[in-house]
């Protein structure tokens, strides 16, 4: 039995977990996320929580009964608090801006990166070299914000990139001279 899906999950006040026809919906004050139920799971909400229960033992079925109990909880924290993901732009004249529901990136490229935000994510820049993404989806955020790293993976010798915020990027040794080496 998955020690994860056995916790059970506390709704806050202003939230609804439903579960109908092999969907769980969650609505909250930030808006409503849905996920499709497979295998031999199934959820019962009851004084205030949310249980996720196995109805079987096979291997499978508890690999997807933590899975689905941690996806619910995300859901549950996502409709009522949101998610946020900081980044930074580290590089000399590198900067982000914000223009509508664009992300225009000017990262050492001979031109500047648009960067279009899927629905459900909010993009914006309290500075130049600051980019914060916030939305209910952990999933979704996440991406975006993995979607934006790569357009300029952080560098081991000088640092430039963009990067997460509090990420260390472990710096490298310049090439040396041959002096002294024979």
């Known amino acids: 039995m ?4 056995k916790l059970s999950i506390a709704i806050p006040a202003g939230v609804s977990v439903e579960f109908k026809d092999s969907v769980v919906t969650v609505k909250g004050a930030k808006g409503t996320l849905t996920q499709k139920i497979t295998g031999a799971i ?4 009851e004084a205030g929580h949310v249980h996720v229960v196995a109805l079987d033992d096979l291997q499978q079925t508890n690999a997807l ?4 109990r941690a996806l619910i909880a995300n859901m549950v924290k996502g409709v ?16 982000a801006a914000v223009q509508g529901n664009k992300l225009v990136l000017n990262v050492g490229f001979s031109h500047p990166v648009e960067f279009v935000a899927p629905e ?8 130049q070299t600051e980019i ?7 999933v979704l955020v996440g991406q975006v914000a993995a979607d934006l790293r790569a357009i300029r ?4 010798y000088h640092g430039y990139g963009i990067r997460y915020k509090g990420e260390h990027v472990e710096h490298k040794e310049g090439k ?5 080496k024979k």
């Open 2 to 5: 998955s020690r994860i899906g």
């Open 42 to 45: 199934d959820i019962k909400t």
């Open 65 to 68: 009964h933590g899975l689905y």
């Open 80 to 95: 009522s608090e949101g998610y946020v993901k900081g980044l930074e732009v580290k590089g000399v004249g590198w900067k």
């Open 120 to 127: 459900g994510i909010k993009i914006e820049c309290p500075s």
């Open 132 to 138: 914060t993404i916030s939305g209910i989806d952990k």
């Open 153 to 156: 993976v952080p560098e081991p």
């Open 176 to 180: 040396t001279s041959g002096k002294g």
